[in-house]
Nanobody
Framework: QVQLVESGGGLVQAGGSLRLSCAASGRTFSSYAMGWFRQAPGKEREFVAGLKWSGGSTYYADSVKGRFTISGDNAKNTVSLQMNSLKLDDTAVYYC?????????????????WGQGTQVTVSS
């Protein structure tokens, strides 16, 4: 049974930083892609960033490019999201997700496993 557990959310002022972590367990994730998504109140869930364990490729939504960095620790099965220069619009519940990384598959869809989410609130 795959489990994803997020941590690191909280309250931060605009311009500040937070680091989210996702601890993955239940299987070997070497052939998986990991994603961070977020959902703000009244809005649909949106893709934020993704990482493929095999090869280490990453991908970002335009809204966070240059401010957020996704990284993975194979030894610990942990994926992190470093968020810098946070804006009010970054306020959301952030979710970690995982799926098998099929060749040519979209970064945005097809995730089978989800964490419970962690709240990030950016204040002015």
């Amino acid at each position: 049974q795959v489990q994803l557990v997020e941590s690191g959310g909280g309250l931060v002022q605009a311009g500040g930083s937070l680091r989210l972590s996702c601890a993955a367990s239940g299987r070997t994730f070497s052939s998986y892609a990991m994603g961070w998504f977020r959902q703000a109140p009244g809005k649909e869930r949106e893709f934020v960033a993704g990482l493929k364990w095999s090869g280490g490729s990453t991908y970002y939504a335009d809204s966070v490019k240059g401010r957020f960095t996704i990284s993975g620790d194979n030894a610990k099965n942990t994926v992190s999201l470093q968020m810098n220069s946070l804006k009010l619009d970054d306020t959301a519940v952030y979710y970690c997700a995982a799926k098998r990384a099929a060749l040519g598959s979209s970064w945005y869809t097809g995730y089978n496993y989800w964490g419970q989410g962690t709240q990030v609130t950016v204040s002015s």
